[in-house]
């Protein structure tokens, strides 16, 4: 049985991110969606805010399971016995960062391998930030992000407002 992590912040998740876990699911036999914790960034929203939000537009993948963690990448893919990790590419920026990263975990943990997946050509420019930008000024972002996710970021975004 092949597990795999498709590691991010996901804040929010973008139909980029969906493309590669939809795209994953084909590949694993497992796959889980790690929403990373880290205290050094400031999200939008919180860890449970992004996991409810992933577990309703994955709902419809029988083999995808979300979960938190913080901490090292590796050691959360050792602890859930995952053989292997994937990372989405965008852009060759991406690969440069993502290259450095799976190099690191290789050397933190050389039994769990790095796969990264290109992400489809419809969705290379998109990010989570421009998102979040595109909302914070009342663009529409139907577009980037599943219906659920747009009436989430668009709560927020009020609610930031009236603060």
Sequence with gaps: ???TIYPGSFDPVTYGHLDIIERSCKIADELIV??????????LFSVEERVKMLNEVTCHLPNVVIEPFDGLLV???RQRKA???????RAITDFE??????????????????????????YSYLSST??????AFGGDITQ????????ELNEKMKTKRRV
Excluded: S, W
């Design 1 to 3: 049985m092949l597990r």
């Design 34 to 43: 790690g929403v990373l914790n880290n205290n050094a960034k400031m999200p």
């Design 75 to 77: 050691d959360f893919a």
């Design 83 to 89: 053989d292997c990790i994937i990372r989405g590419l």
């Design 97 to 122: 960062y993502e290259l450095q990263m799976a190099q690191t975990n290789h050397k933190l943990g050389a039994e769990i391998e790095t796969v990264f997946l290109t992400t489809n050509i419809e």
């Design 130 to 135: 421009t998102v979040k930008e595109i909302a």
């Design 144 to 151: 980037f992000v599943p219906e659920a996710v747009r009436r």
